[in-house]
């Protein structure tokens, strides 16, 4: 067992030098990031609505320039890019120890999510040129084992900084001289992955929106995030004034979503190495509103997390498989135009959710149907993967047996 799968794990040396750096600037930036909106609110005064504004902004802003960055990725090199983007484990935690006022932390917060959007796209690209074809499903799934390490263990280093020191300079710091250490060994040791001779476009080409299969890709996973995304913007309101958690099973939900992530995303991974990427996609998008839909079921703190079991399951199928489809169906030399897209509609179903979610608890004064709704966007995103099976005849694996 363990054999097959370590056959499965890619072998490039360059792909486990960008794992570490993930590794490094992951734990720079998950030891600040859960305490930056304590800091806003409390360190700086701004409101707890201003605060959400300037998350809000951060989330518009890579949204609308993450096509942008597709585009640079094809023109400029993936490389480049990425040191952008990864950057923000270093820039931001410099600039936010220097901010005083919301004016300050306006363009400091916009800029991280510009910077995000860079990292994330770039990286997709960047693993999908390192790894060969039929190991590239498990190679994102690696990425997210190294991504979750650093959130079970960074915001618990980062709080006791916090708590010994009684204020937020130590952090920034530390936070950022983590960040380039990690920054460093990318610059240092991964070259340009983009293979030399391919065509780059002197614009950004829109057209691409013009294949079908990505199209169809895109829609369905926006509708999968409208439901997904829930679980990080409503659930801590939601577990607190209807399920009457405290804060510590609070954490202990989020937790056990990371914990699930580092035991089952190798084994998930290899296994949809076998069967369809349409099969591995349907079958993270039922899984996934299983668990969302479970949470609104749940009677007790323990069906909770059993609740965000099932769902970190199911997203260990998802977010793995659709990044392997929209880099299995892209021309080599429009690799990071695709990813754009893609990252482009998911972003806007993540930034549609929770306000979806919450105008719906409003409107109709029930907490539980943004949850009981999952199902039915569930629906919509597997019909539209079946159409995205019935189109595509080539560029997408079809399962090894």
């Not at 486990?16 to 609110?41: D, R």
């Amino acid at each position: 067992m363990i054999r097959k799968y370590a056959s499965r794990i890619p072998r490039g040396r360059h792909f486990w030098i960008l794992m570490s750096n993930i590794a490094v600037t992951g734990l720079a930036s998950t030891m600040l990031s859960p305490f930056i909106p304590v800091f806003l609110n409390r360190q700086l005064g701004i409101s707890v609505g201003e605060v959400s504004f300037l998350y809000f902004i951060s989330g518009l802003a890579g949204t609308i320039t993450v096509v942008l960055v597709g585009w640079l990725i094809d023109r400029i090199g993936r490389r480049k890019v990425y040191v952008f983007g990864n950057s923000s484990s270093t820039i931001i935690p410099a600039a936010l120890s220097l901010t005083t006022t919301f004016n300050q932390a306006l363009p400091v917060i916009s800029l991280s999510g510009v910077m995000d959007a860079a990292s994330r796209t770039s990286q997709t690209t960047i693993i999908a040129d390192q790894v060969e074809e039929g190991k590239r499903t498990t190679a994102y799934g690696v990425s997210r084992i190294v991504a979750n390490c650093s959130w079970i263990v960074a915001p618990i280093v980062g709080g006791a900084i916090l708590a010994a020191n009684n204020n937020f300079q130590g952090l920034f710091l530390l936070s950022s001289l983590i960040g380039i250490a990690g920054l460093a060994v990318f610059i240092g040791f991964v070259p340009e992955s983009r293979k030399t001779g391919l065509e780059r476009p002197k614009l950004p080409k829109i057209g691409v929106l013009r294949d079908h299969d990505l199209l169809v890709l895109c829609v369905a996973s926006l509708f999968a995030m409208l439901f997904y995304t829930q679980f990080y913007s409503l659930l801590p309101i939601f577990a607190v004034q209807v399920k009457g958690l405290n804060s510590l099973e609070v954490g202990a939900l989020f937790s056990i979503s990371g914990v699930t992530v580092v035991l089952f995303q190798f084994p998930t991974s290899s296994w949809l190495e076998k069967v369809p990427d349409q099969t591995g996609y349907i079958l993270g998008v039922v899984v996934m509103a299983a668990g969302i839909t479970s949470l609104a079921l749940a009677p007790t703190f323990d069906w909770l997390l059993l609740a965000v079991v099932i769902m970190t399951l199911g997203e260990n199928m998802f977010f793995p498989i659709a990044s392997t489809m929209v880099t299995e169906i892209s021309p080599e030399s429009e690799r990071g135009m695709y990813v754009g897209v893609l990252n482009l509609f998911l972003s806007l179903g993540s930034n549609i959710s929770p306000l979806l979610g919450g105008t719906i608890w409003q409107l109709t004064g029930n907490p539980n149907l943004p949850w009981l709704l999952s199902p039915f966007y569930a629906a919509v995103s597997i019909v539209l993967a079946a159409i995205f099976k019935i189109g595509s005849s080539e560029g997408v694996r079809h399962g090894t047996g």
